[in-house]
């Protein structure tokens, strides 16, 4: 059984930051990476950053230089950091972990947590 529980969600004024965490248990292959996700009210989900198993990092084009995500080294936590926060950071967030398929030798995005909020305003 994998769960993946976030925390680290709240308010907060426009350029503070805010440190999310991602506590995960059950069996979770360490051939996948990690990522954090967010939704905005009347948006899409999207990928924030994500991280593979080699430490390599990714991060979308608007919290490139603000948001950091790191994991601890039996990845049983996963991190973001964020900083300089708007507005428009405003989201449920959510952590996820990919599935490793041995049939194919492949990760494929499978697990969720539940989300935590956050909130930016004034």
């Known amino acids: 059984q994998v769960q993946l529980v976030e925390s680290g969600g709240g308010s907060v004024q426009p350029g503070g930051s805010l440190k999310l965490s991602c506590a995960r248990s059950g069996y979770v292959s360490r051939r996948c990476g990690m990522s954090w996700h967010r939704q905005a009210p009347g948006k899409e989900r999207e990928l924030v950053s994500s991280?593979?198993?080699?430490?390599?990092?990714t991060y979308v084009d608007s919290v490139k230089g603000r948001f950091t995500i790191s994991q601890d080294r039996a990845r049983t936590t996963l991190y973001l950091q964020m900083n300089g926060l708007t507005s428009e950071d405003t989201a449920v967030y959510y952590c996820a972990a990919d599935q490793y398929l041995n049939s194919g030798g492949y990760c494929r995005l499978t697990y969720w947590g539940q989300g935590t909020q956050v909130t930016v305003s004034s």
């Open positions: 991280i593979s198993v080699d430490g390599t990092t």
